[in-house]
Structures are given as structure tokens and as C-alpha cells.
């Protein structure tokens, strides 16, 4: 069975362009997250889904961060515009809601420059 | 609020000694699970173990151990005879029933260990 798919698994990207990520959660799983890692903050959940509804995005950093769940087997979040300081890798996690167990994504290394 | 701390920050150790990564949390939560994840050099994340709230039972599997005590709040994890394959990050997790239903996994900020030959 495939897991979390994330593309792109890598992004290189300068300063001001709109970035694109993708998750596509594990088939029948109904809840989807976002998180960042970054050496300052380490592992934070940025916004999460249940049945497509955002429900909580207090983690989202700012407006310049949007996410979507169009419909449950896909998602994205963008930056736009891009800065230096979003580098980071953001990981898609997904689960049956209201279960304990996470799954994640192999994660996309964003780099802005 | 939950937390996870993770006092060590960085552990070296020489190859076939044991090794214990910390991990203390915080939750008002009755009902949570622990968690601990291994971030190897590539990036991904693996999941090593869960462990509820209720089952205080130390747990093995290989050389890896796991000793949970709800009197301390700690939920400590020991490599045995450590590997360099074992060099990797280490983070422990947390989530409750809270308000949400266990929707909020909080994570540690990550033991890096480092295993020399």
C-alpha cells in the first residue's frame, strides 16, 4: 500500500516566487497535517484537516501561507511570496480521524534564496 | 498546554556502548500516547514506537528498549550495544485526547546521536 506521497521531494526556489508543495494522504485516512522543521523551531504543526475542513491553522506563520484540501486525496500549501526564512522541510502527515496515529511523508526540502 | 522535552540536545557515544535519550513531557490530558520517532540522515521520519497512557509496561525490541514512568513523566528510550546505523535524530512526541481528540502531536526539539566506530 503507498503511504503519504509528498512531491516535489525537493524545491529550490528565489526570493519572491510562489512555491507549490503536495501531499496526497494514505487512501480512507480523513484527517491531513502540515508541519515545518527548521533548526530554530524544530517540528511544528502548521494546519490540520478533518474531511477537508481546515480546522486549525494557528501554526500557519503568516498570510504569505495558504493551504487547501480540495478534495481528500490531495492537498497543498503554498508560500507566496517566498523568503529565505521559509526554507525548511515540510512534512505531510495523515491518519483516520481522531486516531493517535500519524503517517507521514517522506517530507519536501524547500530551499529559498 | 503539552510539551516534550528533550534536555539532551547532542550524544556521541563509540560503537557497542548503550546509550539512553531522555524524554520528559507535560499534558492535563488522562488519556495520551508517546511517541518516539527516528530521523536518520536521509530526512524521512520513522516511527519506532507508541505507547498509551494507561500501559506502563517497559517495552524491548531488539536492542531497543523503552521504560515509560508516569510518576516522572518520562518516557526515556536506551540503544543497547549501539550501532552506526543508529546515528540519527531522535525525537520523542506526544498527543492527547485534549479538546480535539488527539489531533495535535507536539513534538521535542530532538536528541542528535552520533555513534563513532
Known amino acids: 500500500d503507498a503511504g503519504v506521497i509528498q512531491s516535489p521531494r525537493h524545491e529550490v526556489t528565489e526570493m519572491g516566487q510562489e512555491v507549490t508543495l503536495r501531499c496526497k494522504p494514505i487512501?480512507?485516512?480523513?484527517?491531513l497535517f502540515w508541519y515545518r522543521q527548521t533548526m530554530m523551531r524544530g517540528l511544528e504543526l502548521l494546519i490540520y484537516?478533518?474531511?477537508?475542513?481546515?480546522?486549525?491553522d494557528s501554526g500557519m506563520p503568516e498570510d504569505r501561507f495558504s493551504a487547501k484540501m480540495p478534495n481528500a486525496s490531495f492537498s497543498t500549501l503554498k508560500i507566496q511570496p517566498s523568503e529565505p526564512r521559509d526554507s525548511a522541510v515540510y512534512f505531510c502527515a495523515s491518519s483516520l480521524i481522531y486516531s493517535h496515529e500519524q503517517f507521514f511523508g517522506p517530507g519536501t526540502r524547500l530551499t529559498v534564496l | 498546554a503539552q510539551k516534550v522535552t528533550q534536555a539532551q540536545t547532542e550524544i556521541s557515544v563509540v560503537e557497542k556502548e548503550d546509550v539512553t535519550l531522555d524524554c520528559v513531557y507535560e499534558?492535563?490530558?488522562?488519556?495520551?500516547?508517546l511517541f518516539w520517532y527516528k530521523q536518520p540522515p536521509s530526512g524521512e521520519l520513522v516511527f519506532l514506537i507508541r505507547r498509551n497512557s494507561f500501559d506502563e509496561q517497559n517495552e524491548i525490541s531488539g536492542r531497543y528498549s523503552w521504560n515509560f514512568q508516569k510518576s516522572t513523566s518520562s518516557f526515556n528510550f536506551t540503544i543497547t550495544a549501539s550501532q552506526v546505523v543508529d546515528s540519527a535524530v531522535y525525537f520523542c512526541a506526544l498527543i492527547g485526547s485534549g479538546n480535539t481528540g488527539f489531533q495535535k502531536l507536539v513534538f521535542g526539539t530532538g536528541t542528535r546521536l552520533l555513534v563513532s566506530p
Open positions: 484537516f478533518n474531511n477537508n475542513v481546515p480546522i486549525d
Open positions: 499534558t492535563r490530558d488522562t488519556t495520551y500516547y
Open positions: 487512501s480512507g485516512h480523513n484527517s
